[in-house]
């Protein structure tokens, strides 16, 4: 049965607003013998400005803020403290996507990287704790690029991720391109590496990853296997060779992209064989002009024809 | 002064027989309607606001988010019915845009929107009557659904409106003495003392200012203790209903004793 209220009615069970009043003057006094008689619950609470302790003495934790030497509640809720770490724990509050990054995958809705799923450093079988809740920028921070899974779908078509394989994990020593989505065809592994040194992950939502050559040995993990590097930020030395091969790479990928060329390993292979033939006179930057790009497109669909 | 209706009279006394320094009956209602995060029906008087917080959550728009702080938005919705007169006032009538800017700016200082990146704060006022004073009423509405939606504030802020008569201060005017007499609004927080909010749309004179500026500071203060014993006991109430949950999963309890300790090492 449907009721039609025009106004919200007022709760009945002591919601609303209702106490004694009191001059102001004694107000004060009042209230503080309803504190004692009460259990410490009252002292517990607190609400947004009031001054709790002192900032020398406590460590401000959530729901408090530092003001000269005072800290100070900034959230309605009850005061908790672990050895010197005040906090305020408020009774209704949302968090910002707590435990998950979200990921930009060409879709039309983020992405979701859940804490649970990534591959923590120290072992696949760490037990995640409210520790590492806290230092997720650690692994990931904004701005990141990285190389997932997708585990799930969500009801409304949001997607989950994962990164529970050293296959996967943060991307660098490398470029990103993005290419139309369609052009990526579904291989039997989109993680490929060309014989001129360079390792290309193709994903699916169109987003391609050139980047330096990883041995077999360093992805696998064995000896050699720096775990840190799996969420460092910071770029290898990349020798010129291999820089100009990873600009080649992108470029004729952005040619193809803009020919509407499907992308696959032999014909990347091709149209790299192919700019290495006109090398002198067409540079990795010249590979972009359009007689020498349409050069490239008819020379690879001729070889794949036959 | 000319006019029709007597502000003050002989006896000391304002059109509601209210005394000069008297404020109007406060009332709060701090029950959760509906979606939003928070909410809090306001009345001071006869004007009542109901203001619906909902945040902080991922912006819609991609291209107003900022990336290291929540953004504020204040929508403004006044009831056709609210006013002596029935008119409807569309969304984007310039008086409403104005209001709603004055809102934003009384509280971008004191929510702490670092603490948000990427987040969009949505803050609904509807007035529902109006009978003077609504920008002080809509203040102090706003200031305490923020609390009870757990949004960090650095302090309260509390509203109240003061005017002049001859050379008579007045506090809280109703809609028929701020037709007559000049008068402003501040917005305080209470702790420092800082004032978030000084309007002033009417001519004032100068030699007056200074002194019902401090009047309505201090009746700030005054609002700020009626407001925070309003969401202490609000507070507590749900703390004391929490608890009643806590005490009965016992397990519950077993497992936060477990991640302190876990946290210690």
Partial sequence: MITITSFPTESKDSDTYERTRHHPDVLDDVLMDEFDEEDSLDTRLT????????????????????????VIASVAGTIERVNKLVTVRALRSRQVAARRWKVDANARQDAVLMLSSVNLPGGIQRRKLESDELQMRNFFEEGDLLVAEVQAFFADGAMSLHTRSLKYGKLRNGQLITVPPVLIRRLKSHFISLPCGVDLILGLNGYVWVSKHVTEREREGEEGFDAEAVYSSRNNDIDPATRTAIARVSNILRVLATYFVPITDTILADAYEWALEQDPECGVKDLLREENAEAMILAVTARAAE | MTSRVEILNDGGYRSDGRR????????????????????????????????????????????????????INVELSIAPFSSSERRKRSRNDRRILEFAAAVKSTFEPVIQVHLYPRSHIDIFIQVLQQDGGLLSASINATTLALITAGISLFDYVSAVSAGVHSTHPLLDLTALEENDVPYLTTAVMPRTGKVTLVTLETRLHADRFEEIFRLACDAGKVIHKEMRQAVMARTGQLVRALDIGLHDQGALQRDTEDDQEMRID
């Fill in chain 1, 47 to 70: 609400s947004p400005g009031v001054p709790l302790t002192s900032s020398h003495a406590f460590m401000r934790g959530h729901g408090t803020y530092v003001d000269g030497d005072e």
């Fill in chain 2, 20 to 71: 000069q320094h008297e404020l109007r009956d406060f009332n709060i209602d701090l029950s959760v309607r509906g979606q939003a995060d928070g909410c809090a029906m306001v009345s001071h008087g006869l004007t009542q606001v109901l203001v619906s917080v909902l945040g902080p959550r991922e912006a819609k728009n991609r291209s107003q988010t900022i990336h290291n702080r929540a953004i």
